[in-house]
């Protein structure tokens, strides 16, 4: 059997065994008798792409919050977008693609938005939405759509997100018979109990460890560190479980893991992205912005210091010249941002300005403030005086962020002190000069200008076109927290800050504790991360989210508390299994009576099959491929390199993401992003059966198994092998049937009958042959539904 025939059958058959272990393939796993007409997937897939387009795009004419509703369609409901307006219907089920929606944001009819085309990623998840139907899961009556069409105008009272912070009372209920562990069991079974519902049962041991070690160092539990925990655990309970917890939170990985969520927000990248005239700049120096939002997040930074530094970290005092630095680095994530093309862009610095301050609502404050640049907020309290106020702040502030390919369209980073005690590695330079000596270590950051001026408003947003200026200062919707004023001679990012991590203020504490809420159940309090505005939903549990904030700033803003104290809850501990009633009455598990069956990131799977395959390098990633190349990346193609160390030290590059985590939603960096869309495509299968990386750590898995002293050939223990890879794989032994279906598929891989004798032919080819098997069996078990889920 030649090669490549052989691999063709390998991957053929091979890949056929994950459907008996866990179905293999894209599939959601947890499904019910009785499906709710929008699953979790088209949910999470409406919030992550679909609703923040209509609000950005859409609402300023076509939400009842508009002074005229445009041609009377109102696209903020899903009653709105099926009455539809003055020519009907806004979508078409029968014939998605001809749809007014998708003809006007095609620009084959009316074209919307008139200012100017969507993207076409965009546009195509438009029509994957209206071909599933158009889930939504926003509802309005027919009555208030056709009074809002006719000019009623609502009644509703002041917006919960804006309103003082409030712990509400506990009176936990004698009912529960002891069932709550905490506070936070109490508010969740005084919700349940409101609908008539019940808890399932807790995890088991061994699911637990492995979604413990998932959700606080993104990396699986060993077979030794589970068996070790289930023993612990049988013997001593949650004694056992806060013993591991606090074990993952003191790892240097927890920083790895909790670090590349913020730099989802920080919309981290370390190259431009394509400015619209081709060229992607890289941005050699942001990965020192990486490595201090990890070192951050191990040290439990506080979170208001955390947010300070990132604002204002050259503005504030330190001790030593390291200090100095590690500070101003800090202050790159308002100058990683992807830039607009500066030539004939005469908006250019408002451009950079509006980035700016995109990230600080956004990322902190789950408030999107863009359309106020234009215009007073059609949906939230925010006049385009408050707007220019912020903008002031940061029009005050220098941007750096390095030479691309000796444009002259960036400005210079700024240089560093030596660096040894941030991060134990020689400095990284930016490169040699023509003289051969060495220019000094480079950051990313800002620094206040010289000259310190106010804004004045651009009408329509247009720098060229002026009204009146507008003093430095802070959105006045947040009137329970004292705007601090802004001196003369400093930009106002120190009072920013100041005000942002004031312990009145409604919406840092409460969108922090909802982003750790999602990263650790998969589902969100405020379904909606990123938009605590008007038009983002409601929390489904606003006392629970109200004491969480609290209790995060009682507790000194300490990440490593609040996510150990909702780790050790009842509520965190659940097992994802339910009854059938539970499920029909609740399927997207708001009432939170079960944990979530959810599918593992792109970089927590990469990781998974480097640790199986035993190529896993647990050092931290040195600097960037891209650190020392001021370039045009798409002049010089990929400069993606092999690396074997976790995935958030791979290079970022906008428009150019890793290839080994393109396929699953990896962010592309260009704005805050809270919530990764969960897409369900065949290129993720594909990418599980062809790509290169999952082949490679295949057969390393394989070799990993056949160097084993104790497997022998295949003739005398392949059983040996088989329980191995299985528990290696999924921490657990295999089935009696995956037992057999194993040795089948290996033995026809191998060509021969289990019992032949390997001497009676090519010793050579059958050696290979037994690789090629065994790789077969290896890349079947990281392809399946249980490798890549976490319960």
């Given at each position: 059997m030649s090669a490549v025939v052989l691999w063709s059958a390998r991957l053929t058959i091979g890949l056929a065994l994950a459907l008996p272990l866990a179905v293999a393939g894209a599939a959601e796993v947890e499904k019910s008798e009785d499906v709710a007409?929008?699953?979790?997937?088209?949910?999470?897939?409406?919030?992550?792409?679909?609703?923040?387009?209509?609000?950005?795009?859409?609402?300023?004419?076509?939400?009842?919050?508009?002074?005229?509703?445009?041609?009377?369609?109102?696209?903020?409901?899903?009653?709105?977008?099926?009455?539809?307006?003055?020519?009907?219907?806004?979508?078409?089920?029968?014939?998605?693609?001809?749809?007014?929606?998708?003809?006007?944001?095609?620009?084959?009819?009316?074209?919307?938005?008139?200012?100017?085309?969507?993207?076409?990623?965009?546009?195509?998840?438009?029509?994957?939405?209206?071909?599933?139907?158009?889930?939504d899961p926003r509802s309005s009556s027919a009555e208030a759509v056709l009074a809002a069409r006719s000019g009623g105008e609502s009644t509703d009272e002041a917006h919960w997100a804006f309103q003082p912070l409030v712990d509400p009372p506990r009176t936990p209920s004698s009912e529960n018979g002891g069932w709550?562990?905490?506070?936070?069991?109490?508010?969740?079974?005084?919700?349940?109990?409101?609908?008539?519902?019940?808890?399932?049962?807790?995890?088991?041991?061994?699911?637990?460890?492995?979604?413990?070690?998932?959700?606080?160092?993104?990396?699986?539990?060993?077979?030794?560190?589970?068996?070790?925990?289930?023993?612990?655990?049988?013997?001593?309970?949650?004694?056992?479980?806060?013993?591991?917890?606090?074990?993952?939170?003191?790892?240097?990985?927890?920083?790895?893991?909790?670090g590349r969520h913020w730099l989802d927000v920080a919309r981290f990248g370390e190259s431009n992205g394509n400015d619209g005239l081709s060229r992607n700049p890289t941005f050699p120096h942001a990965w020192r912005y990486r490595d201090y939002v990890i070192d951050a997040l191990n040290d439990d930074v506080p979170y208001d210091r955390f947010i300070t530094e990132q604002?204002?970290?050259?503005?504030?005092?330190?001790?030593?010249?390291?200090?100095?630095?590690?500070?101003?680095?800090?202050?790159?994530?308002?100058?990683?941002?992807?830039?607009?093309?500066?030539?004939?862009?005469?908006?250019?610095?408002?451009?950079?300005?509006?980035?700016?301050?995109?990230?600080?609502?956004t990322a902190i404050m789950g408030l999107s403030v863009a359309c106020a640049r234009c215009h007073d907020h059609k949906h939230d309290p925010i006049p385009t005086n408050d707007y220019y106020a912020l903008a002031g702040i940061f029009l005050s502030t220098e941007t750096l962020w390095g030479l691309a390919a000796n444009e002259k369209l960036t400005a210079p980073a700024t240089p560093l002190h030596e660096l040894t005690s941030v991060r134990p590695r020689p400095v990284a330079t930016s490169g040699d000069d023509d003289s051969g000596e060495r220019p000094v270590a480079l950051a990313m950051g800002v620094r206040d200008r010289k000259k310190i001026v106010n804004c004045q408003i651009n009408i329509n947003g247009e720098s060229q076109k002026l009204g009146p200026e507008v003093a430095r200062g802070m959105l006045s919707l947040v009137d329970v927290v004292a705007a601090p004023a802004v001196g003369e001679n400093q930009s106002g990012r120190v009072e920013l800050a100041r005000w942002l991590t004031d312990q009145k203020h409604p919406l840092t504490a409460r969108v922090m504790v909802n982003r750790v809420w999602w990263h650790l159940f998969g589902q969100a309090i405020v379904p909606t991360p990123d938009d605590f505005g008007s038009y983002g939903a409601p929390p489904t549990h606003p006392g629970l989210l109200d004491h969480l904030?609290?209790?995060?700033?009682?507790?000194?803003?300490?990440?490593?508390?609040?996510?150990?104290?909702?780790?050790?809850?009842?509520?965190?501990?659940?097992?994802?299994?339910?009854?059938?009633?539970?499920?029909?009455?609740?399927?997207?598990?708001?009432?939170?009576?079960?944990?979530?069956?959810?599918?593992?990131?792109?970089?927590?799977?990469?990781?998974?099959?480097l640790v199986v395959s035993g190529q896993f390098d647990a050092r931290p990633g040195e600097g960037s491929v891209v650190e020392r190349l001021d370039v045009l990346v798409n002049k010089q193609g990929s400069l993606h390199r092999p690396s074997r160390h976790r995935s958030v030290y791979l290079c970022s590059l906008r428009n150019s993401p890793p290839p080994e985590l393109a396929a699953f939603d990896f962010p592309d960096g260009i704005r805050p992003l809270g919530m990764r869309p969960q897409t369900t495509l065949p290129s993720q299968s594909l990418f599980l059966l062809n790509s290169p990386f999952v082949i490679e750590q295949s057969l390393r898995f394989a070799e990993r198994l056949l160097a084993d002293p104790k497997a022998g050939r295949l003739t005398s223990d392949p059983e040996s092998l088989i329980e191995r890879a299985f528990v290696e794989a999924l921490g657990r032994?295999?089935?009696?049937?995956?037992?057999?279906?194993?040795?089948?598929?290996?033995?026809?891989?191998?060509?021969?009958?289990?019992?032949?004798?390997?001497?009676?032919?090519?010793?050579?080819?059958?050696?290979a042959r037994r690789r090629a098997a065994w790789a077969a069996v290896c890349q079947a078990l990281m392809a399946t539904n249980e490798f890549r889920y976490l319960d």
């Open positions: 007409d929008i699953s979790a997937e088209q949910r999470h897939f409406f919030e992550a792409k679909i609703r923040p387009v209509l609000v950005s795009h859409c609402y300023a004419c076509h939400s009842v919050g508009a002074d005229e509703v445009g041609g009377n369609l109102l696209l903020d409901s899903r009653e709105g977008i099926v009455i539809g307006g003055e020519s009907g219907p806004a979508i078409d089920l029968e014939s998605p693609g001809q749809s007014l929606i998708m003809e006007a944001i095609r620009y084959a009819g009316p074209e919307m938005p008139p200012d100017q085309p969507l993207g076409e990623a965009i546009v195509a998840d438009f029509a994957t939405w209206i071909g599933w139907g158009a889930p709550a562990r905490d506070s936070i069991d109490d508010l969740v079974w005084q919700r349940m109990l409101a609908d008539g519902l019940n808890p399932t049962h807790d995890a088991p041991p061994e699911v637990l460890i492995r979604r413990l070690s998932y959700d606080l160092i993104g990396l699986p539990a060993s077979r030794l560190t589970t068996e070790a925990f289930v023993e612990d655990y049988r013997k001593r309970g949650q004694l056992a479980v806060r013993a591991a917890v606090d074990d993952l939170l003191a790892s240097p990985h927890f920083g790895e893991r909790w604002i204002a970290g050259d503005l504030l005092t330190a001790e030593s010249a390291a200090e100095s630095d590690r500070l101003r680095i800090a202050t790159g994530f308002l100058a990683i941002g992807s830039k607009p093309a500066k030539a004939m862009n005469v908006n250019f610095d408002m451009d950079v300005v509006a980035d700016q301050i995109d990230v600080v609502s904030a609290v209790g995060f700033q009682q507790d000194g803003w300490s990440l490593k508390r609040l996510i150990r104290r909702i780790v050790l809850s009842r509520t965190y501990q659940l097992a994802s299994e339910a009854g059938a009633d539970a499920i029909r009455r609740d399927p997207d598990n708001r009432l939170l009576s079960r944990h979530l069956r959810r599918r593992l990131d792109a970089e927590a799977l990469r990781d998974s099959m032994a295999p089935t009696t049937d995956e037992r057999a279906e194993t040795l089948e598929l290996v033995a026809a891989l191998v060509d021969e009958p289990l019992g032949g004798d390997p001497s009676s032919s090519d010793s050579g080819a059958w050696e």
